[in-house]
Protein backbone atom coordinates (compact mmCIF):
# COMPACT_ATOMS: atom_id res chain seq x y z
CA UNK A 1 0.00 0.00 0.00
CA UNK A 2 0.79 4.17 -0.36
CA UNK A 3 -0.24 6.89 1.23
CA UNK A 4 -0.76 10.21 -0.17
CA UNK A 5 -0.96 13.34 1.74
CA UNK A 6 -2.11 16.61 -0.28
CA UNK A 7 -0.89 19.86 1.28
CA UNK A 8 -0.53 23.75 -0.16
CA UNK A 9 -4.01 24.37 -0.64
CA UNK A 10 -5.67 27.52 0.14
CA UNK A 11 -7.66 30.76 -0.57
CA UNK A 12 -5.96 32.86 -3.16
CA UNK A 13 -6.85 35.73 -5.22
CA UNK A 14 -7.12 35.75 -9.27
CA UNK A 15 -3.61 35.80 -10.73
CA UNK A 16 -1.67 34.65 -7.51
CA UNK A 17 0.10 31.22 -6.79
CA UNK A 18 0.15 28.69 -4.64
CA UNK A 19 2.33 25.30 -4.55
CA UNK A 20 0.56 22.12 -3.61
CA UNK A 21 2.61 19.05 -2.26
CA UNK A 22 2.05 15.36 -2.53
CA UNK A 23 4.29 12.83 0.39
CA UNK A 24 3.85 9.52 -0.21
CA UNK A 25 4.99 6.91 1.97
CA UNK A 26 4.80 3.63 2.03
CA UNK A 27 5.16 0.89 -0.42
CA UNK A 28 6.52 3.85 -3.18
CA UNK A 29 8.59 2.48 -6.22
CA UNK A 30 11.03 4.14 -8.08
CA UNK A 31 8.53 3.68 -11.24
CA UNK A 32 5.65 5.06 -10.34
CA UNK A 33 4.25 7.96 -12.10
CA UNK A 34 2.29 10.27 -10.49
CA UNK A 35 -0.43 13.06 -11.33
CA UNK A 36 -2.73 15.55 -10.15
CA UNK A 37 -6.40 15.74 -10.53
CA UNK A 38 -9.02 18.14 -9.94
CA UNK A 39 -12.62 17.47 -9.20
CA UNK A 40 -14.74 21.05 -9.15
CA UNK A 41 -18.27 20.69 -7.76
CA UNK A 42 -20.66 18.98 -10.18
CA UNK A 43 -18.00 17.81 -12.59
CA UNK A 44 -15.64 15.20 -13.36
CA UNK A 45 -12.07 14.84 -12.04
CA UNK A 46 -9.82 15.57 -14.48
CA UNK A 47 -6.13 15.33 -15.37
CA UNK A 48 -4.22 18.72 -14.84
CA UNK A 49 -0.40 16.97 -14.77
CA UNK A 50 1.71 13.95 -14.46
CA UNK A 51 5.49 12.94 -14.11
CA UNK A 52 7.66 10.09 -14.08
CA UNK A 53 9.08 8.02 -12.25
CA UNK A 54 12.49 9.39 -12.95
CA UNK A 55 11.21 12.90 -13.10
CA UNK A 56 12.14 13.11 -16.62
CA UNK A 57 8.69 12.89 -18.34
CA UNK A 58 5.96 15.45 -17.61
CA UNK A 59 2.35 16.17 -18.96
CA UNK A 60 -0.10 18.45 -18.74
CA UNK A 61 -3.75 19.32 -19.69
CA UNK A 62 -4.01 22.28 -22.27
CA UNK A 63 -5.52 24.69 -19.72
CA UNK A 64 -2.66 24.83 -17.29
CA UNK A 65 -0.04 24.90 -19.25
CA UNK A 66 3.01 27.55 -18.49
CA UNK A 67 1.15 28.36 -15.61
CA UNK A 68 1.62 24.94 -13.44
CA UNK A 69 4.46 23.25 -13.27
CA UNK A 70 5.04 19.38 -11.62
CA UNK A 71 7.96 18.40 -10.34
CA UNK A 72 9.62 15.89 -8.15
CA UNK A 73 11.93 15.20 -4.55
CA UNK A 74 13.11 11.62 -4.96
CA UNK A 75 14.61 12.24 -1.56
CA UNK A 76 12.00 13.41 0.27
CA UNK A 77 9.05 11.23 -2.02
CA UNK A 78 6.90 14.33 -2.63
CA UNK A 79 5.80 15.89 -5.69
CA UNK A 80 4.68 19.42 -6.02
CA UNK A 81 2.79 21.52 -8.50
CA UNK A 82 3.31 24.67 -8.68
CA UNK A 83 0.51 27.33 -9.73
CA UNK A 84 1.16 30.64 -10.57
CA UNK A 85 -1.38 32.69 -12.79
CA UNK A 86 -4.51 31.75 -11.08
CA UNK A 87 -7.47 31.69 -12.68
CA UNK A 88 -11.29 31.58 -10.38
CA UNK A 89 -12.03 28.77 -13.22
CA UNK A 90 -8.81 26.54 -11.39
CA UNK A 91 -11.18 26.25 -8.01
CA UNK A 92 -11.04 22.95 -7.16
CA UNK A 93 -10.59 20.01 -5.07
CA UNK A 94 -6.92 18.85 -6.17
CA UNK A 95 -5.97 15.26 -5.66
CA UNK A 96 -2.45 13.70 -6.30
CA UNK A 97 -2.24 9.73 -7.32
CA UNK A 98 0.30 7.14 -8.85
CA UNK A 99 0.91 3.54 -9.17
CA UNK A 100 0.63 3.95 -12.68
CA UNK A 101 3.35 4.00 -15.44
CA UNK A 102 4.77 7.11 -17.35
CA UNK A 103 2.92 5.81 -20.55
CA UNK A 104 -0.98 5.87 -18.37
CA UNK A 105 -0.18 8.82 -16.48
CA UNK A 106 -2.67 11.39 -18.24
CA UNK A 107 -5.32 8.67 -17.50
CA UNK A 108 -7.06 9.03 -14.36
CA UNK A 109 -8.16 5.33 -14.38
CA UNK A 110 -4.91 4.05 -14.53
CA UNK A 111 -3.99 5.24 -11.02
CA UNK A 112 -3.82 2.76 -8.10
CA UNK A 113 -3.49 5.06 -4.91
CA UNK A 114 -5.27 8.87 -4.07
CA UNK A 115 -4.30 10.91 -1.67
CA UNK A 116 -7.63 12.93 0.00
CA UNK A 117 -7.01 16.15 -1.70
CA UNK A 118 -6.92 19.52 -0.66
CA UNK A 119 -9.19 22.28 -1.59
CA UNK A 120 -7.87 25.46 -3.99
CA UNK A 121 -10.30 28.29 -4.33
CA UNK A 122 -9.44 31.37 -6.42
CA UNK A 123 -11.59 34.54 -6.08
CA UNK A 124 -12.24 37.07 -8.42
Known amino acids: QVQLVESGGGLVQAGGSLRLACAAS????????TGWFRQAPGKEREFVAAVSGSGGITRYEDSVKGRFTISRDGDKNTVYLQMNGLKPEDTAVYYCATGTSAQAMTMKRSYVYWGQGTQVTVSS
Open 26 to 33: GRTHISYA
